[in-house]
């Protein structure tokens, strides 16, 4: 029997074209951590984590940390966790909000909170990186945006209203595992899709609570 831990997502991630890429995730909170930790899973060789934030105690039931990280960084908790999954993986921690003079992957991850931080964070990457996702949460409502082409590139913009437009709260104030898990794994699906050479699904909103889900 094959020792190869990557024997049943073969055919489903192309190992050789991610070999080639570094990804980068922007918020390792509700979504970002689960991206992160889905991201090692799958063998992204190198993984940016960018985040500011400590781990407080109800980080632990609704993001995933464990006790011992309490008081840590996010990000360097998070490095520990995707280096328990593989060692071999390269995984550079940036414990900032990001700035222009950060370099990133040709994937990236957005994960934060405001709507005022993805446009901001946009304007800078949006020339950079070939595959963008945003994902977005509001209790058991997620939004998952996914970009790869110019043209793509144009129809994000319209998605970043102003702030004073978005509806009340943060994916912070509401949320639960769940709900980050399952926009996590659309997120990385939505990568898998884009490393496979398959059309992505723009947008994709998920009332969990209803049971309904929309692509566009």
């Known amino acids: 029997m094959t020792t190869d831990r990557f024997q049943r997502q073969s055919g489903l991630i192309p190992s050789e074209r991610l070999s080639q890429l570094t990804a980068t995730v922007i918020g390792v909170g509700a979504i970002g951590r689960q991206v992160a930790l889905q991201l090692a899973a799958i063998g992204t060789p190198r993984i940016q984590l960018i985040d500011f934030d400590s781990v407080e105690s109800t980080n632990i039931t609704t993001q995933g940390y464990r006790a011992q990280d309490l008081g840590q960084l996010k990000v360097d908790a998070t490095a520990r966790s995707i280096q328990e999954l593989d060692d071999l993986i390269q995984v550079e921690v940036i414990s900032d909000r990001f ?75 509401r949320s639960t595992i769940y709900a980050g898990s399952v926009a996590a794994g659309i997120m990385v699906h939505q990568f898998s899709r884009w490393l496979r050479g398959i059309s992505i699904d723009f947008d994709t909103t998920f009332n969990l609570l209803a049971g309904e889900i929309t692509i566009k």
């Not at 909170?113 to 209790?139: N, P, Q, Y």
């Not at 997620?142 to 509806?167: C, G, K, M």
């Open 99 to 173: 700035r222009p003079s950060i370099s990133i992957g040709e994937a990236v991850f957005c994960c934060v909170d405001s709507i005022s931080a993805r446009a901001a964070i946009w304007r800078l990457v949006s020339r950079e990186c070939k595959f963008w996702t945003d994902g977005r949460m509001l209790g058991e409502i997620i939004r998952v945006l996914a970009v790869s082409s110019s043209n793509d590139f144009d129809w994000y913009s319209e998605t970043l209203f102003p702030q004073t437009e978005a509806q009340s709260g943060s994916c912070t104030s």
